[in-house]
């Protein structure tokens, strides 16, 4: 802000899947139910929701928008956390960068808090030509499919994209992608804060190795964490110093004699259990 106090906040994330060509055609269908249940997971309002997949145009990326396209078409819509406005305007804004409705795109006709599930469809140059545009967050049951012209044009959508909390690549099982993964890997590593491999990104364990965050906008620091112990907790601490104060002054957590002989300490450069010399 204008004081220059530094937020820890959740802002905006589309977590950008790529499914690579072999992983396309071995399990296209399974990675398809996968895209709608995790798009649709809380009506798809989580901070984690895939709202961009990028695939190879082709054969198996035709199969695929078809079979998405029916499961967005057919799925039950959900009860939202508000209005659907804000929802409306994303879709409207991503329509206007050259995206095309494959699938709902508006309100429903029995409330404000329902929106229909929303599949859109670009082209790679498209997402290129405009990619502030179609990377617009709906956060709604809303995601957009870009068709990529081969593994070059996936990487310059990679590195088109905004900060993400999030970045899945989907790879073949038996190792046909994996000069593409090499690839793309390193310009999507950039983008985000958990790099995924072969799942959805709408699942977060609460356990230390977890990171929810990520690169600007998806936070406003890259630098901490909002899930995981004890990470996400330095978010709230400040950093106290004692130079050359006593020992009967110091906190007792502190002293040369550990507190209760259990307690870790970082003393000289070493965790230890044992009191101070």
């Given amino acids: 802000d204008a004081a220059g106090v530094p937020i820890y906040l959740e802002m905006s994330s589309v977590n950008p899947v790529f499914v690579l060509r072999g992983a396309l055609e071995s399990r296209g269908n399974e990675i398809a139910r996968e895209f709608f249940q995790s798009c649709t997971l809380g009506v798809g309002q989580f901070c984690t929701s895939p709202g961009i997949v990028v695939v190879p145009a082709g054969e198996a990326g035709n199969a695929f928008v078809e079979a998405c396209t029916g ?9 939202l956390l508000g209005p659907s406005d804000h929802i409306g305007q994303a879709v409207a804004t991503i329509k206007d960068a050259g995206a095309k409705v494959l699938a709902g ?13 929303t599949l ?11 990619p502030g545009g179609l990377q617009t967050e709906a956060f709604g049951p809303v995601s957009l499919i870009v068709r990529a012209e081969g593994i070059e044009e996936m990487v310059l959508i990679a590195r088109a994209l905004d900060g993400n909390l999030t ?18 890997e390193p310009e999507l590593r950039q983008k985000v804060g958990r790099l995924i491999a072969d799942k959805m990104p709408t699942g977060v364990a609460v356990s230390p190795a977890m990171n929810h965050g990520g690169p600007y906008p998806s936070t406003g620091h890259p630098g901490f964490t909002a899930v995981g112990i004890p990470a996400s907790i330095h978010r709230f601490a400040a950093l106290h110093s004692y130079d050359n104060v006593p020992d009967h002054r110091l906190p007792l957590q502190l002293r040369d004699k550990n507190p209760n002989g259990v307690m870790f300490r970082l003393i000289d450069g070493r965790w230890s259990q044992h009191d101070v010399d």
């Fill in 120 to 130: 859109l469809a670009a082209s790679g140059e498209s997402f290129l030509a405009d």
């Fill in 71 to 79: 499961l967005f078409a057919q799925g039950d819509p959900g009860v």
């Fill in 167 to 184: 970045g899945t690549i989907y790879s073949d099982t038996q190792g046909a992608d994996e000069d593409d993964y090499a690839e793309l």
């Fill in 105 to 117: 795109g508006a309100s429903l006709k029995d409330g404000g808090f329902a929106f229909a599930n």
